[in-house]
């Protein structure tokens, strides 16, 4: 009965979003405001069904109802509830209805919060938002039912893969859908706007908030994801150029333009075209990562179990909403006029640089991804391309970004002076260079983490920098704290941004100077890396609530002091048929001492031991540039004009 | 960007070429990633398999000797069309532990009718004997190959390795490493049934 509820309720939402799209579009063409006026009960509407539906899915797995299909794949009872409960979203079907109850959200949120908006352009975001829902709700309904019914039932699920039964990858998805989902918000507005061909400052001031919403999730999302595959995976890495990765960082990174260029549209009414044409690409290459995991044309430990008719389903929505919305924006964008001029020396100049840097990584990463594909599709090649392909490529764009990031912040708009820009900066400078210098002294001829060593160094400081110098923290001492507390929030949240990634170049750096080695040992014995020693104790068998496992347990002394007893696993799933590797991870702040457990062979057991200094520096420097995003989103200029950042605001806590 | 560095747009034409190329660009990924789509079912692009040179061609032109006491004809060329169905070509060797484990696979495909037709590869003739005496026999017909010479020229990327070829004698598939249960019931069948 449930299940069924849970059907109907995804048909009756995809009939609501259809008559919002109709109703939206027809009624701001002919200026009709009673159309205009139903579409926004008809969001909350397609929210309530949506959410009831995903409320129905949640409750089948809850319960292990063994007669919905995809309960009997991707659950089991002897789960913990926990698990179940993101069982929900942890396979194909029920993803797809976590995407479609986001965008919903959204939905719900321009109706609820955007009654100040203009009513023709709040009416044509929702129809725009609507039409997205629409084709992903035919896509669920046609090709992905996950309330399908299988009888007989069968006595039990078949389990969750139990790499997935992780805290940390229960809910790495539900943020990357919320940064992707978000991007379809501005991609909406981008649409409407190219509908009536104009941009302005207040278009720049709403699109803004949503930008950054999504993109702050999309770095927690994206972090989340490489932390769990550095505890979890037992290889020791953070990333891995893997092509699903990348599908994540591309948005990621035209999302991070977006939200740079949408500032130039709200201050200066400049760069308009650009900034449409980055947001329809930041939903466009969100839906091509959602095309590339799920439709099996690429290879990747991460794909879904691919069906070609999904594959062409999908192929045919990503066409219909990106190749509308270029071949609209072909149409309609040479309309609208630029009216901010400004010199190339300037504040706009500065965000104009950071998007040619941040569009270019992005090229490269795609076409490092796309490649293969292709090579393979044309000429009949298999090639792989991989991370000494990526990092060789990007570290050239990436340098100079880095330098800019500093200098954008404390130059003026319009036109600006090269030299008291750098005098504020001088000190960011000598700190780079120390770190430098430092660097290579300490370590050697390692120019690598040296570089990334000076970037933190000058991330950090010159967001300090540019903080101190907008209080007058040196010149006028004394009424620093109080012009600090009348400093804008959006400027305090671009300064912890940017000092944010400077905290992640730190992590970066520090791995670069990362070492490892393999060491096959008898109970008793033990093998030293980088000043700890780590013996042996013993290995043996334990037994967990749905798996059993081999455990080691490793002393870890340092100059004969005790430091840390790690107990590295190797757990086998019986209901799965897997086996994992839980990696033995004890930090400092200063550096991971990290083991994993690998084969036993002659009495003894290899252990593969890792010093990782400075690791945890990096996703705490992810988390510190998503609250940047936090604080810049709780701006009162942003609040006050767009009502919309209270919901963004909202999610975060949520 | 042009109205960043260039706000009075002189050339309107140029300006509309630039506006045009996302959806040319998005238009032409679309095609091609339509094309995979289709390749994927059809099984000429495989982002999985190891590559062959020889999909969609015949097979290069062979011929060898039987295999000693096995009861069986030998193999060349000219057997592997006008069977009327598609038949399988089988790389395998008794020293190989894959081999062992997809052994039951091909026992199967044989008694479902389908002709498997096997290679001993760089495997003295008595090994291979004692291995289908030991594990059974699939193969219809059954060449040696103890020089390796043949499947170099098939490309052969190790054993085991398997090739379906249609009615017409053109290679369809190739899986290299042991053909499982999973890949029977979720690749193999599913062709063998498109090219019946």
New interface residues.
Partial sequence: MIPELGHFALALALALSLAQAVFGLWGAQRAEPRLMAATAPLAIGTLIATGTAFACLMWSFAVNDTTVSAVVQNSHSAKPMLYKLTGTWGNHEGSMVLWVLILALCGGAVAGFGRKLPSTLQARVLAVLALVAVGFLAFILGTSDPFLRVWPPPMDGQGLNPILQDPGLAFHPPLLYLGYVGFSVTFAFAIAALIEGRVDAAWGRWVRPWALAAWSFLTLGIALGSWWAYYELGWGGYWFWDPVENASLLPWLAGCALLHSAIVVEKRE?????TV?LA??AF?LSLLGT?LVR?????SVHAFA?D?AR??FI?FL??VY??GG??L??WR??AMA?TG??APLSR?GAL?LN??LLCSIAAVVLVGT?YP??A???L???ISVGPPFFNSATLPLVVPLIGAMALGPVLPWKRARLWPALQRLWWAALGALAALLLCLALEGQQIGPALGFAAAAWLILGAVADIADRIALFSRPRAALARARGLPRAAWGGAIAHAGLGVMMLGLAGMGLATDRLALLQPGQSASLAGYDYRLDSVQDVAGPNFSARRATVTVTRNGRDVVVLTPERRSFPVGRMTTTEAAIHTTWLSDLYVVLGDERDGGAVLRIHHNPLAPWIWFGAAIMALGGGISLSDRRIRVSAPAAKLARGEVTA | MSEATAPDTPNPWRRRALLLAPLVVAGGAGLGFYAMLRGLGTGSYDPRGVPSALIGKAPPDFSLPPLEGADRPGLSAADLHGQGRPVLVNFFASWCVPCVIEHPQMMRLSRAGVPVFGVAYKDKPQDSLGFLQRHGNPYARLGVDLPGRVAIDWGLYGVPETYLIDKSGVIRWRWAGPVTEDTLTQDLEPLLRRYA
Avoid: C, H, R
């Fill in positions: 400049a760069l308009k075209t650009w044409f329809l690409l466009g095309f439709s099996g044309v690429l290879n691919n070609p594959g062409v192929l990503l066409m990106v190749g270029f071949a924006f072909a964008a040479a630029p001029v400004f706009e104009v998007n040619l796309l594909m292709f393979d599709l044309i009949k090649q298999k």
